[in-house]
């Protein structure tokens, strides 16, 4: 293996050790920390560790899972999805479970300083997840999920105003923002297939990306809003990249 510069993946450094896996990493705001989910005895938990992987601490605990953190734009609160607040059962083999609920059923949003204090719950209601901020902080796209049915919501960012922008389709989810925050890369169920689609925040001015015939997934705009990064199954799941479109 090349450790010179013509070989990126030869500088790898692994951050994170021990028997847990580890999954979903997000950059703070400013570049200088590291939001993870760590699975560990059977648990998803939020961690935050600093960039190099030093310092690494929980920022949840207990029975309940929690995945898919998010920094707020100035780094000082993380979105997260939980089952914090959905009603316990305590079976005979000690394990957690969640009464009449699928997980995602279960999830609610809430809010936490990377420290690990000041849990805010946003939504009631479950079926809560794949959420993130808006470039500009104000609102939060996410997947509301309840058994089939499955859509796109936005909401303010301190949880008021909830509402579908997913109009009739009733199985889309994957949403991500544009980099300027207008428009919104999502992915929907056509046919046999899942395709990627694309529309203006408010919900209008759906246009279908893809026509591919396979199951296209976890669809995100680069940063300079050129270039749209998905998995695509062929087999294995791969990624591809594809120009992203115009207004």
């Known amino acids: 293996m090349d450790n010179g510069g013509g070989d990126p993946g030869g500088k790898m450094r692994q951050l994170t050790f021990g028997d847990a896996e580890d999954d979903s990493p997000a950059w703070s705001p400013d570049g200088r920390r590291i939001a993870f989910v760590s699975v560990r005895d059977g648990v998803s938990q939020i961690f935050v560790m600093n960039a190099d992987g030093s310092g690494v601490h929980a920022v949840t605990n207990g029975h309940a899972q929690n995945i898919h953190p998010f920094w707020f734009v100035d780094g000082s609160r993380i979105l997260i ?11 005979a083999d000690g394990a957690p479970r969640v009464i009449g609920e699928a997980t995602d059923d279960a999830m609610e949003l809430a809010t936490v300083r990377p420290d690990g204090t000041d849990l805010h719950r946003l939504t009631t209601g479950g079926g809560f997840t794949y959420a993130s901020y808006s470039p500009d902080g104000r609102f939060i796209v996410h997947r509301k999920a309840h058994g089939a049915r499955s859509q796109i919501f936005i909401m303010n960012a301190d949880g008021t105003d909830d509402h579908s922008v997913s109009g009739n389709s009733t199985v889309d ?6 980099p300027d925050g207008r428009r919104i890369v999502f992915v929907r169920h056509i046919g046999e297939s899942f395709e990627i689609f694309v529309m203006n925040r408010d919900g ?7 026509d591919l015939g396979k199951r296209v997934t976890n ?10 990064l998905c998995s695509r199954e062929m087999g294995d799941l791969t990624l591809m990249t594809f120009p992203a479109p115009t207004p």
């Open 81 to 91: 999805n939980t089952t914090a607040f959905a009603t316990p059962e305590a079976p």
């Open 204 to 210: 209008t001015g759906v246009r279908q990306l893809t």
């Open 173 to 178: 989810g994957w949403p991500a923002w544009s």
């Open 219 to 228: 669809p995100r705009w680069s940063p300079d809003g050129s270039t749209i």
